[in-house]
């Protein structure tokens, strides 16, 4: 049921009577498809002089409440209240899906202010060449392309030759060794580290019995060649006596 807005009578009816004063002098009646042809030329007049404007958003229940009562055409009020109640009850329902709506907008344009918020922090600091990067929204021609690598290519060669002798300095400073420091008393001779002794020499067993000649050392009569038994406590003589 839409809203009649009866403001449009007025001029559409003087319309209408301006256009049968100007056709009474040579028309005597007007028939069903004159009044037809007519009506349709003042409305077409009004609608182009008086656009349609639109209807004012209802915010609350009792604005509502007033237009249903106003512009209500039934005839029995109990079918008009039944209706009037199913209108209500879809505006509560439109009414809350918009408050829904508008706080997930709401939301999103935090979102969206937040995330601008952050890009213009940590902004990518532009360099040479960023912009020649390939995508699908920009492609440059293989011209261009060999175009600035020439010009950019004694730059480049620059760069790579800094970077390298850069990287040689910093080789030979882990291998140059630091510099000795010097003594507290002001003694500007350099500190040498003690010289380690050499371990003694160590006598070998098979150096003992080697001078040269085959088994010389080892005879059948000695019992005890390398003087073992010597070094073992004697028994006494009340140890020996049976």
Request: net charge neutral.
């Amino acid at each position: 049921m839409q809203p009649l807005d009866v403001s449009i009578f007025g001029p559409l009816t003087a319309t209408y009577r301006r256009i049968i004063n100007d056709v009474s002098e040579h028309v005597g009646t007007i028939n069903k498809a004159q009044f037809t042809t007519f009506y349709a030329q003042a409305r077409e007049k009004i609608f182009e002089r008086l656009p349609v404007q639109d209807l004012a958003i209802l915010q609350t229940n009792a604005t509502l409440n007033v237009m249903l009562n106003a512009f209500c055409q039934e005839p029995n009020r109990r079918d008009a209240d039944r209706l009037k109640h199913m209108v209500m009850k879809a505006h509560k329902e439109v009414h809350a899906r918009n408050l829904v709506l508008e706080f997930e907008n709401m939301l999103l344009w935090q979102q969206e202010d937040q995330s601008k918020r952050i890009v213009t922090k940590v902004k990518w600091k532009e360099r040479t060449g960023d912009w020649m990067v390939l995508s699908k929204d920009k492609m440059i021609t293989h011209k261009y392309a060999e175009r600035e690598l020439v010009t950019k290519k004694p730059a480049i060669a620059a760069n790579r030759r800094k970077h390298r002798q850069k990287k040689c300095w910093q080789e030979e400073e882990e291998v140059v060794a630091p510099p000795p420091a010097t003594a507290d008393d002001g003694d500007e001779a350099l500190l040498t580290s003690p010289p380690t002794p050499s371990p003694p020499p160590m006598q070998k067993f098979l150096d003992e019995l080697n001078d040269g000649k085959p088994l010389s050392a080892i005879t059948d009569g000695d019992d005890d060649p390398f003087g073992f038994f010597d070094t073992l406590p004697q028994p006494s003589p009340s140890c020996t006596q049976r």
